[in-house]
C-alpha cells in the first residue's frame, strides 16, 4: 500500500525525523491559505501522485504550463496560481507511463536553501534476509542515471535483525554520503529513527530523495515516497484513511473487497490461479510462448464459488484480456468449486473470449464433468504447458 509525501512527512514528524512545515491542499484556495500559515518567502507546490519523477514530469493540459509537477513559488499569489493549474491536471512521469496520473492533492511546503542533495533509502531485502539501507552521495532528480551510470555510487548497507540498528550503521552510512562532524552525528540519529519507523510501521520501502544538507548545514528530509506491508494491515486501523482509491486500480480495489490477491498488467491473457507460486509459473510459461499475462490473479486456497465469481468478472472486466487461462490444482481449494464458480461467472456476465481451463487435484473428475456438461465453448487442457499452448493459439487465432 503507498501513501502520499504528505501523509509520510506526517509520520516523520511522529519519530521525531527534520522535515519542512507543510500542509496539503485539496483546491487553490486551501493551497492560497496554506501558503499564508507558512509564510514565505518560497514555497514549494507538490503534485501528491503515486509516483516518482514529479518534478520532471509533464502535465497533459496546455492550461497546466510546461513546468513539472513539482514548482517553486517566490509570491504567495504564485501558490494559488500553480494550483489552479494543477489540480484536476494530469501528470505524466516516466513511472506512471503515457496514461499519468491525475493530480487531486497538493502539498505546501516551506521552501528551503539547498547546499546538497543526498539519496537514502530502506528496503526489505529478501536477498539479505533483512531490511537494509541504500544511500548515494548523488541524490535528486537523477538518481536513476547515477545508478545505471555509476553504481559504484550507490552503495547497499545490510542490516541484521536479530542485532537491529546500531551507531555503526549511522557512521557507515555518513561516510558513504560524505558527512562528517555534527552532520555525521545527526545522520546517525537520523538512521536510527528510519530504522525505528521502518519496522514500528510495518514498512516494504522508504525512500528519501532528497536528503538534503541545508545552507547552515544541517540534514533534512525533503521527500517522502513510503509503501506499507499490506500484510500487516491488521496492526493499523489508521491505514485506511490513509489509503487512495483514485490513485488504485479499480479492479485492485474490487479484489480486494473479495480478500483476492491481483495486479494488473499489461498483457492479453487473462490468469486465474490458486496459490502465488503456481500464478508465477502460469504467467512464465505464457511469456515462454510468446504472449503476455493480463494479470497475477491468485484466488487463494480456500476459495468459496463467491470468490471465484467475483474474480472472473475481474478479469472479464479488463478490455485489454482477449483470452483466459483458468489453472487450478485443487488442494484445499477443490475442482469443482472453481468450475461452478466459473459457470456462475459465465451466466452472469458472459464469454467473450476463449476460455481454457486446466484443473488437477481434489474433485478434479467432478469439476471436468460439470465444465463438460456446461454446453459452454471451454478449451479443455491436460498440463500446464498444455494449457498455455492452448490460450496462446486461441488469443492468436491460430
Known amino acids: ?191 536510527k529513527k528510519l530504522y525505528e519507523m521502518f519496522t514500528k510501521e510495518d514498512m516494504s520501502l522508504l525512500e528519501i530523495n532528497p536528503l538534503i544538507v541545508t545552507k547552515n548545514q544541517h540534514l533534512k528530509l525533503l521527500d517522502a515516497k513510503i509503501s506499507f506491508d499490506s500484510n500487516a494491515s491488521f496492526r493499523h486501523p489508521e491505514w485506511a484513511e490513509m489509503r487512495d482509491l483514485g490513485e488504485e486500480d479499480e479492479k485492485e480495489i474490487e479484489a480486494s473487497k473479495y480478500d483476492l490477491a491481483y495486479i494488473a498488467l499489461d498483457g492479453a491473457i487473462g490468469c486465474m490461479v490458486n496459490g502465488a507460486g503456481l500464478a508465477m509459473a502460469t504467467m512464465d510459461i505464457i511469456k515462454l510462448f510468446g504472449e503476455e499475462p493480463a494479470n497475477f490473479l491468485d484466488v487463494g486456497g480456500g476459495a468459496s464459488e463467491e470468490k471465484v465469481t467475483a474474480a472472473f468478472k475481474i478479469i472479464t472486466a479488463d478490455p485489454k484480456v482477449k483470452g483466459i487461462l483458468i489453472n487450478i490444482f485443487g488442494g484445499i481449494m477443490k475442482c469443482d468449486v472453481i468450475a461452478r464458480g466459473v459457470l456462475a461467472a459465465v451466466k452472469t456476465v458472459g464469454l467473450n473470449v476463449p476460455l481454457v481451463v486446466r484443473l488437477e487435484g481434489t474433485n478434479v473428475d467432478e469439476g471436468k464433468q460439470i465444465i463438460r456438461e456446461s454446453g459452454l465453448n471451454v478449451i479443455p487442457a491436460d498440463d500446464l504447458e498444455d494449457a498455455a499452448r492452448k490460450i496462446v493459439a486461441a488469443v492468436r487465432g491460430t
Open 1 to 191: 500500500m503507498n501513501i502520499h509525501e504528505y501523509q509520510g512527512k506526517a509520520i516523520y514528524r511522529k519519530y521525531g525525523l527534520p522535515v519542512s512545515e507543510g500542509y496539503p491542499a485539496f483546491t487553490p484556495q486551501e493551497a492560497i491559505e496554506a501558503a499564508a500559515r507558512l509564510g514565505g518567502p518560497l514555497w514549494v507546490v507538490k503534485s501528491q501522485i503515486h509516483a516518482g519523477g514529479r518534478g520532471k514530469g509533464r502535465f497533459k493540459e496546455a492550461r497546466a504550463g510546461e513546468k513539472g509537477g513539482v514548482r517553486l513559488a517566490f509570491k504567495p499569489e504564485d501558490v494559488g496560481i500553480f494550483a489552479e493549474q494543477m489540480l484536476g491536471a494530469t501528470l505524466v512521469t516516466e513511472q506512471t507511463g503515457p496514461a499519468g496520473r491525475v493530480v487531486n492533492r497538493l502539498y505546501i511546503e516551506d521552501g528551503s536553501d539547498i547546499d546538497r542533495e543526498l539519496y537514502l533509502s530502506a528496503l526489505v531485502d529478501r536477498a539479505h534476509g533483512g531490511v537494509s539501507f541504500v544511500a548515494s552521495p548523488d541524490g535528486g532528480m537523477d538518481i536513476e542515471k547515477v545508478a545505471h551510470d555509476t553504481p559504484e555510487r550507490v552503495h547497499t548497507i545490510p542490516v541484521d535483525f536479530a542485532g537491529g540498528i546500531t551507531e555503526a550503521h549511522g557512521k557507515t552510512i555518513a561516510q558513504v554520503l560524505g558527512l562528517t562532524g555534527h552532520l555525521e552525528a545527526e545522520c546517525v540519529e537520523i538512521v
